[in-house]
Nanobody, 120 residues
Framework: QLQAYGGGLVQDGGSLRLSCAASGRTFSSYAVGWFRQAPGKERESVAVINWNGGNTYYTDSARGRFTISRDNAKNTMYLQMNGLSPEDTAVYYC???????????????WGQGTLVTVSS
């Protein structure tokens, strides 16, 4: 199971750090990623990190502002978000799955979402 938390209300230009805790002993076997879904829009990928943290991928909207990381010893992944704008308002989901390269990530397990609201 994956449990995402850390969302909330932040002002334009602010920062938030999302966390996603995993249960079980296979967390380090999977790549993990963050997705988001804004109101009225489809779910989209935000960032992915491979099993040992050595390879990451960011979508254009996240690159340069967001940082994905993981701590396999704690079974936890993170998304540090800086320079937030109202366009980043969405429900953010964490996922674990299989990753090859670039944007090629296939989620197998999903966490529940955590809402991020950025006020202007």
């Amino acid at each position: 199971q994956l449990q995402a938390y850390g969302g909330g209300l932040v002002q334009d230009g602010g920062s938030l750090r999302l966390s996603c805790a995993a249960s079980g002993r296979t967390f380090s076997s999977y790549a993990v990623g963050w997705f988001r879904q804004a109101p009225g829009k489809e779910r989209e990928s935000v960032a992915v990190i491979n099993w040992n943290g050595g390879n990451t991928y960011y979508t254009d909207s996240a690159r340069g502002r967001f940082t994905i990381s993981r701590d396999n010893a704690k079974n936890t992944m993170y998304l540090q978000m800086n320079g937030l704008s109202p366009e980043d308002t969405a429900v953010y989901y964490c996922a674990a799955g299989f990753y090859q390269a670039g944007s090629n990530f296939s989620p197998r397990y999903w966490g529940q979402g955590t809402l991020v609201t950025v006020s202007s």
